[in-house]
């Protein structure tokens, strides 16, 4: 047992090192708020129990625990407890949302009318994330639609191709809300080590990207 002034010595290893040079997924990066939707089905045996302020909704005979959650928490209907209105949308929409997605936990940004630059829509978004899972996915679900970021390039990666990206977005605007000249950027998700990346066409990023 370690004494006072001494501490406990363990091996830790070095995290595994990615090759750069592999496949990258170069996705829009939407201005609106990062937001989440955790389904899974009842499990009376769960050890840890579920949040009482989730929705439960029943689907093809199995009952489905439904809950919202912003970047920071978890998230409720309510004047106080929503976060522009995303938890109302998916409480109002479980048993599509969980035909839709199936369990999991699925991330993703709200965005549209009232939420940061707003992009000149009259309406909201739950864009997804991961554009390979959910391909294809575009709904309307109440009063708001379903789908995945615009994808922009995929392949090998290459600063070459994410300069491109980032210019035509420029040039041309954003691609999840045609003809708003305003888009924030991309993200640029890299395969082989599973982290994603951004770049900005605001003064943060400025001059880093063009060639």
Request: some cysteine; glycine content about 10%.
């Amino acid at each position: 047992m370690a004494t006072r002034g001494e501490t406990m010595h363990e091996f830790v290893a070095w995290p595994k090192t990615t090759r750069l040079f592999r496949d990258i997924i170069v996705t829009e990066k939407l201005d609106g708020t990062n937001a989440a939707i955790h389904i899974s089905a009842f499990d009376k045996r769960a050890q840890s129990p579920y949040p009482g302020t989730a929705y439960t909704t029943v689907v093809g005979g199995t009952r489905y625990i439904v809950s919202a959650q912003s970047r920071k928490r978890i998230i409720t209907p309510g004047k106080t407890t929503d976060n522009f209105g995303f938890a109302a949308w998916v409480y109002e929409n479980a048993a599509q949302l969980v035909t839709l997605l199936g369990e999991g936990l699925h991330f993703g940004e709200w965005w549209g009318q009232g939420i940061q630059r707003g992009y000149a829509r009259d309406l909201r978004s739950f864009s997804l994330f991961n554009t390979e899972r959910y391909a294809g996915i575009r709904e309307t679900v109440g009063t708001a639609t379903l789908g995945v970021v615009p994808t922009l390039y995929v392949g090998m990666f290459s600063e070459k191709a994410i300069g491109t990206a980032l210019g035509n977005l420029a040039a041309s605007g954003s691609v999840a809300a045609p003809h708003f000249m305003r888009p924030e950027g991309i993200c640029v998700y890299h395969t082989a080590s599973r982290s994603v990346s951004k770049v900005t066409l605001d003064n943060n990023d400025a001059g880093k990207w063009e060639a």
